[in-house]
Structures are given as structure tokens and as C-alpha cells.
């Protein structure tokens, strides 16, 4: 039974470790700048919000996102703030939104709409399954690819 320890990965060269593949994505920003970071763009939105300017807010928190380690009080903040943002937008007015954004903005708003399905305890998932329909309508099952093999993730 011992042999079901071993890590057979060290005798592979090919083998990444996770420090070394997030390494290619490093911001060179620390968590704390990560976390602040996140934290005035959620403020930025909810004002936006506030003002009725959904649009610009959209677009907004779509800037940015926070990759990397050690990071996940703003990754679920940021989740958190796009969700609620995303609940703000009628049905009928979903494409049209979709449409202004461009593909990488697409691709960022899959990724936070997959974030948000991981937890379907805290978040909405009728919501974001419409809008996973609709993205995937007008971005098609490229930005779905896409977001499932980028090692950055916000989950």
C-alpha cells in the first residue's frame, strides 16, 4: 500500500506546480492591494448603481478581476458585487448589454457567472443562468472554452 503515496509527478519534468503556472499571471500586486483594489471598484459600481447608470457600472466591474492566490475575500467580494448588479438589469435588456461589451469583458463575465453557480447557497442562480444563456448566444460556446481552460480563475 505504500506505493499509493508516491508523488509521481516528481519524476515528471512536465509537471507544473501551481506556483509556477500562476507565476506567468503574477499582477505583482500583494493580496492586501488585490483586496483594496477590489473594494473601490465594488464602491465605484454601487454608486453607479445608485445612479441608475447599470451600463457603466457593468462595465466597471468587469475591470480588473482579482487573479491569483491568497485572494479570496475579493474574489467573493467582487462575485458578490457583480451578482448584485446582474439581479438590477431587466431580461429584456440582457442582450443588448451583452452585445456593447467587448469579447474579453464577455469572457470576464463568465467567469463571475460560473464563480457565482459554484455557490448556489449565496447567490441567485436563476439570474445568473439567464445570463449564462444570453452571454452564450452572443459570445457563443468560444468564451464557455475559454473561461473553463484559463488557469485564472475567480473561484
Not at 18 to 45: C, H, K, M, Y
Not at 110 to 137: D, I, Q, R
Amino acid at each position: 500500500m505504500s506505493w499509493r503515496r508516491i508523488d509521481i509527478d516528481q519524476y515528471d519534468e512536465d509537471a507544473y506546480t501551481e506556483d509556477e503556472i500562476l507565476a506567468d499571471f503574477d499582477t505583482g500586486l500583494s493580496p492586501e492591494q488585490i483586496e483594496s483594489n477590489a473594494q473601490v471598484r465594488s464602491s465605484d459600481v454601487r454608486n453607479l448603481m445608485t445612479k441608475g447608470d447599470l451600463n457603466s457600472a457593468l462595465i466597471r466591474s468587469l475591470e480588473d478581476p482579482p487573479y491569483g492566490r491568497n485572494v479570496d475575500n475579493a474574489k467573493f467580494s467582487s462575485t458578490q458585487t457583480v451578482v448584485d448588479l446582474l439581479n438590477g438589469f431587466r431580461a429584456t435588456d440582457i442582450p443588448d448589454t451583452i452585445k456593447n461589451l467587448s469579447s474579453d469583458q464577455r469572457d470576464v463575465l463568465m467567469k463571475y457567472l460560473y464563480a457565482g453557480m459554484a455557490k448556489p447557497e449565496v447567490f441567485n442562480s436563476s439570474v445568473l443562468l439567464t445570463w449564462h444563456e444570453k452571454l452564450t448566444e452572443v459570445a457563443g460556446t468560444g468564451s464557455i472554452v475559454r473561461v473553463m481552460t484559463d488557469k485564472r480563475t475567480l473561484v
